[in-house]
C-alpha cells in the first residue's frame, strides 16, 4: 500500500524558513517522480515543484524559483522541500504526490499546513 | 486564474448525470494526458481518473472520463449524495514543464 506522510509544517514568520519532508513507502521510491502540491484557504490545487526519480532533475512553478528546493533521499524514502524568503501568501496546505515526469500524480498524502504570519 | 478552465460550480440530483468540462491549449491537454481527481473537504485529493479515461480500481463505474482535442470531461452517473465534492482536472503543461490544474468544480448533490 502507497502511503505518504508529510510532517514539518507550522507558524513561521514573513522572511522565514521552513524544511518540508515527506516519508514514502510502499512502492520502489527511486522509480517515481515526486512533487509538492499546495492548496491555499479556500483555494484551488497549485503545482509547486517536482523531482524526477533519480533527483537529477528537478522543475519549478516560476512563483516559487529560486526561493523554494527540492531534493529527495533515496536512500531514506523521504522527499523535501527547503522554503525560504516565506511570505504570506505561501500560507497552505502541502501536499506530497507520487507520479512519473510529464504526468500527474496517482497517489497524495494528507498534506501538512504552513501558516506564514507574524 | 488556472491555466486549465473548469467551471466553478454543478450540481443535480440524486440519479442523475452530470457533466464537468475541462479546457485548456496545445501544450497541455491537446498533448498530454488529462487526469481528474475528487477532494472531499477536509481531505487530500484522490484519483479519480487517469491517461484520460482510465479508472483506479475501486472507483466506481459510475465515474468516466473523456478528452478530445484541448478538452476534457468526467461525467458522472447514478449521482449519489456522497458524490458531493470538489472536482479538479490535471495535465502536464509542456510550455511551463510542469503540471497544471483547473480551478475545481464544487459539485453540490441537490
Known amino acids: 500500500e502507497v502511503k505518504l506522510l508529510e510532517s514539518g509544517g507550522g507558524l513561521v514568520q514573513p522572511g522565514g524558513s521552513l524544511r518540508l519532508s515527506c516519508a514514502a513507502s510502499?512502492?520502489?521510491?527511486?522509480?517515481?517522480?515526486m512533487s509538492w502540491v499546495r492548496q491555499g484557504p479556500g483555494k484551488g490545487l497549485e503545482w509547486v515543484s517536482t523531482i524526477s526519480g533519480s533527483g537529477s532533475s528537478t522543475y519549478y512553478a516560476d512563483s516559487e524559483k529560486g526561493r523554494f528546493t527540492i531534493s529527495r533521499d533515496i536512500s531514506n524514502n523521504t522527499l523535501y522541500l527547503q522554503m525560504n524568503s516565506l511570505r504570506a501568501e505561501d500560507t497552505a496546505v502541502y501536499f506530497c504526490?507520487?507520479?512519473?515526469?510529464?504526468?500527474?500524480?496517482?497517489?497524495w498524502g494528507q498534506g501538512t499546513l504552513v501558516t506564514v504570519s507574524s | 486564474q488556472s491555466v486549465l478552465t473548469q467551471p466553478p460550480s454543478a450540481s443535480g440530483t440524486p440519479g442523475q448525470r452530470v457533466t464537468i468540462s475541462c479546457s485548456g491549449s496545445s501544450s497541455n491537454i491537446g498533448s498530454n494526458y488529462l487526469y481528474w481527481y475528487q477532494q472531499l473537504p477536509g481531505s487530500a485529493p484522490k484519483l479519480l481518473i487517469y491517461v484520460n479515461n482510465q479508472r483506479p480500481s475501486g472507483v466506481p463505474d459510475r465515474f468516466s472520463g473523456s478528452k478530445s482535442g484541448t478538452s476534457a470531461s468526467l461525467a458522472i452517473s447514478g449521482l449519489r449524495s456522497e458524490d458531493e465534492a470538489d472536482y479538479y482536472c490535471?495535465?502536464?503543461?509542456?510550455?511551463?514543464?510542469?503540471?497544471?490544474f483547473g480551478g475545481g468544480t464544487k459539485l453540490t448533490v441537490l
Open positions: 504526490a507520487k507520479g512519473r515526469l510529464g504526468m500527474p500524480f496517482d497517489y
Open positions: 510502499g512502492f520502489t521510491f527511486s522509480t517515481y517522480a
Open positions: 490535471a495535465s502536464w503543461d509542456d510550455s511551463l514543464n510542469g503540471v497544471v
